[in-house]
């Protein structure tokens, strides 16, 4: 089926340190996500985007966090500057434009910052 | 008033009987329900959903419930199987989803 890629799968920072985590997502979907998923908890929604806007987000989108997605190229999620509470698996979605609830997960990116 | 409780927390059952997880949400706007599988490591999977227009739904051995009036919805898993045990999640949906914490299902063969 459509596949999601996420890179890096794991990723260790000193915290302050910027980060930036890509997704591929599946090519014909207009809707993106990110979900940040702490060891045993649940997913927690982040943001999502579409048509080179961020459409809604969550209390934890902080301001130190942005998302783009340059030229149809990797949709990506900095961090900037990181702290210790930011370490998470986040993950990366995509959904067609007229079914933007029924997502393709990617495989997650481990963050640790330190 | 976004919460969506899930029940319960751990799920064990003896393989070939039927497995129940139970959601409750508080957003009466919510018009999408679907249910995550994620196995250890691996990303969640959707593995069914139901909009809020239907009452019920199945999908060989999986069976979800809405009932929009008591803002409640249930997924049921008809004759377990040791590879149905991961975490599910369910999740209420407006305009972003809202995720239970989660249920862990273990199927003993």
């Known amino acids: 089926g459509p596949k999601v890629l996420q890179i890096p799968s794991h990723q260790i920072i000193d915290m302050g340190q910027m980060v930036t985590l890509n997704c591929d997502p599946v090519?014909?979907?207009?809707?993106f996500y990110w979900y940040k998923q702490i060891l045993g908890q649940q997913m927690e929604f982040l943001v999502n985007f579409y048509n080179g806007k961020v459409m809604e987000k969550s209390k934890l989108f902080k301001d130190q966090f942005s998302v783009e997605r340059p030229d149809g190229s990797y949709f990506t999620l900095k961090i900037q500057p990181t702290a210790l509470e930011d370490s998470a698996v986040y993950f990366c979605?995509?959904?067609?434009?007229?079914?933007?609830?029924?997502?393709?997960f990617g495989p997650g990116t481990r963050l640790t910052v330190l | 008033g976004e919460q969506v409780e899930q029940l319960p927390s751990i799920l064990r059952v003896q393989e070939g009987s039927s497995a129940s997880i139970n959601c409750s949400y508080e957003d009466s706007a919510s018009n999408y329900f679907p249910w995550y599988k994620q196995e250890p490591g691996e990303n969640p999977k959707l593995i069914i959903d139901i909009r809020s227009n239907m009452e019920r739904k199945q999908i060989q051995e999986l069976i979800v419930l809405l009932d929009k009036k008591a803002k409640r919805f249930s997924l049921h898993i008809t004759d377990t199987q040791p590879g149905d045990s991961a975490m599910y999640f369910c999740?209420?949906?407006?305009?972003?989803?809202?995720f239970g914490a989660g249920t862990k299902l273990s199927v003993k063969p």
């Open positions: 999740a209420a949906t407006d305009n972003a989803p809202r």
């Open positions: 090519s014909n979907h207009l809707y």
């Open positions: 979605a995509s959904s067609l434009l007229d079914r933007e609830f029924e997502q393709y």
